[in-house]
């Protein structure tokens, strides 16, 4: 028999695989995991509705704990409570600022704004001196972004 804490862990080599340097956890898609003997349930919210990800995401999952000799298991996909951006752990957001992509800003960040935008930093150079070029980047939970500073283009994971 598993412990919670033991398929957490195996699933922790699980990644999304349009940002193959962050793992399910880190991006806050994995919702719960219950062991109920050697039964395991597997709880996993996509990061919006339709996600083309999250099937990939669900094989790999079943994949990793098929591999780990876990027999029986489900994988369930919960759309309620919506998934949000702020789920993503402090381990992800910077693994998506070494990887290239600018993280979303936390909501509790955006209301301090109060009202005002938030300021998307390159991940790149460090520049606040940035535009938005389009409201879909490299996948639809991204936006494209242009440094004015090093003049590189870069995705923003979107507030959600």
């Known amino acids: 028999m598993r412990t ?3 398929i957490r862990d195996l699933l922790e080599q699980v990644k999304d695989p349009e940002i193959p340097v962050i793992s399910i956890r880190e991006l806050g898609v994995l919702r719960e995991v219950n062991v109920d003997g050697d039964k395991v349930e597997v709880i996993i919210t996509p990061t919006y509705s339709g996600c083309p990800a999250m099937d ?8 990793a704990l098929r591999e780990a000799g876990i027999e029986r298991f489900s994988v369930k996909q919960v759309l309620s409570p919506a998934w949000s951006t702020d789920w993503i752990s402090k381990s ?7 990887y290239g992509i600018a993280p979303p800003p936390h909501t509790s960040d955006i209301r301090a704004l109060k009202g005002g935008a938030p300021v998307t930093a390159c991940p790149q150079c460090g520049s606040t001196d940035t535009i938005l070029v389009s409201q879909f980047g490299s996948t639809p939970c991204k936006a494209l972004y242009r440094c004015n500073a090093c003049l590189e283009p870069f995705d923003l994971f979107k507030c959600l």
């Open 92 to 98: 992800g957001r910077k693994k998506l600022l070494d």
């Open 56 to 63: 990939v995401m669900q094989e790999d999952v079943e994949k």
């Open 4 to 6: 919670e804490a033991e």
